[in-house]
């Protein structure tokens, strides 16, 4: 299946630690790459390949997989962290892509 | 600097037609893939096409049949001519710079987005 499944809504509190979870067969081959995209803004890449940012993203951002799942892991979260957080990766084809439905972060 | 921006965005009756662009800044679409990805209100994202390289096409399956994707590299501009258009079909469109080399595949930069409205 190249569908991905991530969890709607996902709550932390200001400073502390959280991990949006994004699920999916093509995981046990392929590595997600992962978006921040905040209200009536585009989507920004934060993450790709095995655990790579883009120059300027901040390390506090990292990836990992396991299984059949993609990760992405924010620590010290931040109140302008609060944004909606995709993953996608290719098909088997590898001419095809899939987005998760999004995760909506609220920082407490 | 590389960037890219939509354009062309607009209102369209049910089965209407609309084409819009993407320019893109700073990179040749000659040597990268491009894409579209669009957002329905309130949605997630949906990635919609795809050009490589090499100029092949490849299409998502609510679009495919309906929609076309070009580019000209001339004017490093990327285009969708989206046709039968349905009240499914409103949404943000975005384009951005592909890249397809596995295990570093990803979308990015993107641009600010072009709407389009299917009302009557």
């Known amino acids: 299946s190249s569908e991905l499944t991530q969890d709607p809504a996902v709550s932390v509190a200001l400073g502390q630690t959280v991990r949006i979870t994004c699920q999916g067969d093509r995981f046990r081959y392929d590595y997600a790459s992962w978006y921040q995209q905040r209200p009536g803004q585009a989507p920004v890449l934060i993450l790709f390949g095995n655990n790579k940012r883009p120059a300027g993203i901040s390390d506090r951002f990292s990836g990992s997989r396991s299984g059949n799942s993609a990760f992405l892991t924010i620590t010290g979260t931040q109140a302008d962290d609060e944004a909606d957080y995709y993953c996608?990766?290719?098909?088997?084809?590898?001419?095809?892509?899939?987005f998760g439905g999004g995760t909506h972060l609220t920082v407490l | 600097e590389e960037r890219l921006e939509e354009s062309g965005g607009g209102v369209v009756p049910p089965g209407g037609s609309l084409t819009i662009s993407c320019e893109g800044v700073g990179f040749s679409f000659s040597f990268y893939a491009v894409s579209w990805v669009r957002q329905a209100p309130g949605k997630g994202l949906e990635w919609v096409s795809t050009?490589?390289?090499?100029?092949?096409?490849h299409y998502g399956d609510s679009t495919k049949g309906r929609f076309t994707v070009s580019r000209d590299t001339s004017r490093n501009t990327l285009y969708l001519q989206m046709n039968g258009l349905t009240l499914e079909d409103t949404a943000m469109y975005f384009c951005?710079?592909?890249?397809?080399?596995?295990?570093?595949?990803?979308?990015?930069?993107w641009g600010p987005g072009t709407p389009v409205t299917v009302s009557s």
């Open positions: 951005a710079k592909t890249r397809s080399s596995w295990p570093n595949d990803f979308f990015g930069p």
């Open positions: 996608n990766c290719r098909d088997s084809s590898g001419n095809r892509w899939t």
């Open positions: 050009v490589n390289d090499g100029g092949d096409t």
